[in-house]
T-cell receptor, first 112, second 113 residues
Framework: DQQVKQNSPSLSVQEGRISILNCDYT??????FLWYKKYPAEGPTFLIS?????DKNEDGRFTVFLNKSAKHLSLHIVPSQPGDSAVYFC???????????FGTGTRLKVLA | KAGVTQTPRYLIKTRGQQVTLSCSPI?????VSWYQQTPGQGLQFLFE???????NKGNFPGRFSGRQFSNSRSEMNVSTLELGDSALYLC????????????FGPGTRLLVL
């Protein structure tokens, strides 16, 4: 039972354009969401998070949007840079469980 | 502040052997979680330790076990290794106070031959 899904295994975007990575979840108990970036042979690096009481959080070039009714979140990267090429994981957390559920990841390739 | 460290970084074992991996969390963090990453499977949760007690467990067989010491350092053990255990094993630490970020170590790449 995959509670957190990233349905696009890969995405290619031209440098300077917007990258949009999507994530869907099924458990309405999730109340905190995170995005991580992972380079090969390294551990995931935290990017940005959002609490379920918000619908948007912004940090520089990265913005996360949360649509609770659709159980959907997305990560926008504007403008995309070649260094953004990596695998992006979304994760969901339900307070009280202290368990983070991760999606399967989306490989982003930013073309120069 | 030093990040999460994991040792060893790379390991080659043969089927049937056992292996122990180590994780030192960020100073002050008392929660350590372990994940297995294989191609196409994302990060699969193994277990979480807090104050030397296992608080959460994923859907892995009993061959996978762990422990946490009083200084919050954690070890993960896999007995009777199988080819399918080849993966990147990641640990992550946090304060465990609520909605918060987990910080990951670089991982241990295990290859079972």
């Amino acid at each position: 039972d995959q509670q957190v899904k990233q349905n696009s295994p890969s995405l290619s975007v031209q440098e300077g354009r917007i990258s949009i990575l999507n994530c869907d979840y099924t458990n309405s108990m999730f109340d905190y969401f995170l995005w991580y970036k992972k380079y090969p042979a390294e551990g995931p690096t935290f990017l940005i998070s959002i609490s379920s009481i918000k619908d948007k959080n912004e940090d520089g070039r990265f913005t996360v949007f949360l649509n609770k009714s659709a159980k959907h979140l997305s990560l926008h990267i504007v403008p995309s840079q070649p260094g953004d090429s990596a695998v992006y994981f979304c994760a969901a957390f339900a307070s009280g469980t202290y368990k983070y559920i991760f999606g399967t990841g989306t490989r982003l390739k930013v073309l120069a | 502040k030093a990040g999460v460290t994991q040792t060893p970084r790379y390991l080659i074992k043969t089927r049937g052997q056992q292996v122990t991996l180590s994780c030192s969390p960020i100073s002050g963090h008392r929660s350590v979680s372990w994940y297995q990453q294989t191609p196409g499977q994302g990060l699969q949760f193994l277990f979480e330790y807090f104050s030397e007690t296992q608080r959460n467990k994923g859907n892995f067989p009993g061959r996978f076990s762990g422990r946490q010491f009083s200084n919050s350092r954690s070890e993960m053990n896999v007995s009777t290794l199988e080819l399918g255990d080849s993966a990147l094993y990641l640990c992550a630490s946090s304060f465990r106070t609520g909605q918060e970020t987990q910080y990951f170590g670089p991982g241990t790449r295990l290859l079972v031959l």
